[in-house]
């Protein structure tokens, strides 16, 4: 197959993708058109149906269809002209070749999180991070697979694990380098910080946003899990309940950035600054990724606050 990130204006291609979304739309002139977002693993391209003949059988959003097609461009940015459309019949294509994923081995990267549980020493936060990560098999196959966010950043399979095991392991460097953190609670605050990312954000293919996380946002919807998650445990001490909560709900570090409150404790600052490095280089990487052949300037990112490039190397 042409991968998306390969396709060059002028170019015809014959091949499978996923319909990451569809719209019925209307020309000027009245007439119908189809208006399509494709994805392969490499990313998704605009595309365009304009001609609703009889070689465009019925699909959906979510199929993976099978299209003959003219790379374009609108605007200076790729898109295709769409002729033929049918629906691919299972077998014919591969998931992991149409669904970002994570550049990481899953299981060794789990293997990684389940040591820094295993070496966090109270022995209340190790029973709260061994009810989700040790104890409930559900919870790990999901966590295992689900992405960190729709768009911005660790947007793909194994994303949500992924940016967590970092954060720790930044937050493991941190606590050894000053010893006034609080080790034990500092880990578990990085490890559970997102896990209400499970609730906000559907499974793949979708991975959009739930009613839930529409309503509540993945920081409320984490707290409010971890703190049932402590009031199972015998006699989880309250002042370490609300810590541990305070370090979740802090953890974007400023209120504008959706954080319902501002970093109080020392740990709560530490992690706010390791989950925004993450958040920041991965985003960066992500950019330079789509962008291989080019040391030119790749425009304003929003999440940066500036105009980037690639490092000049010697």
């Not at 019925?24 to 002139?29: D, L, R, Y």
């Not at 099978?66 to 374009?72: G, R």
């Not at 691919?88 to 970002?100: D, F, H, I, L, T």
């Not at 194994?158 to 970092?166: I, T, V, Y």
């Amino acid at each position: 197959m042409r991968y998306i990130r390969e396709l060059h204006e002028g170019e015809n291609i014959s091949g499978i993708y996923f319909c990451k979304a569809k719209t019925v739309a209307k020309t000027k002139a009245d007439k119908t058109y189809y208006s399509l977002v494709l994805q392969d693993k490499t990313g998704t391209i605009d595309a365009k149906v304009w001609n609703l003949s009889n070689g465009i059988e019925h699909f959906e959003a979510l199929d993976y269809i099978h299209i003959d097609a003219q790379v374009t461009s609108f605007n200076n940015v790729l898109q295709l002209n769409v002729s033929r459309i049918r629906r691919a019949k299972e077998g014919e294509y591969v998931v992991s070749e149409y669904m970002p994923c994570t550049p990481y081995k899953v299981d060794e990267m789990y293997d990684a999180l389940v040591k820094m549980i295993t070496d966090t020493q109270n022995p209340y936060l190790h029973a709260l991070l061994s009810s989700f990560f040790i104890e409930d098999e559900e919870f790990v196959r999901l966590f295992k697979a689900h992405s960190a966010a729709k768009m911005v950043h660790h947007g793909f399979i194994g994303g949500l694990l992924h940016h967590s095991l970092f954060v720790a392991k930044t937050c493991e460097f941190l606590a050894k380098q000053y010893p006034v953190l609080n080790r034990d609670l500092l880990i578990t605050a990085a490890i559970l910080h997102d896990v209400g990312k499970l609730k906000e954000l559907s499974a793949f293919p979708e991975n959009d946003y739930t009613d839930e996380g529409q309503l509540l946002g993945h920081i409320v919807i984490g707290a409010m899990w971890i703190g049932e998650k402590c009031d199972a445990i015998d006699g989880f001490p309250k002042k370490l309940k609300d810590e541990l909560l305070h370090c979740i709900l802090a953890h974007h570090g400023e209120l504008e950035f959706g954080s319902p409150k501002k970093p109080a404790l020392i740990e709560a600052v530490a992690l706010s600054f390791a989950d925004n490095m993450d958040a920041k280089i991965e985003t960066f990487t992500e950019l330079l990724n789509a962008n291989p052949n080019t040391n030119d300037w790749l425009g304003f990112n929003r999440l940066l606050d500036s105009n980037v490039r690639r490092t000049e190397t010697k």
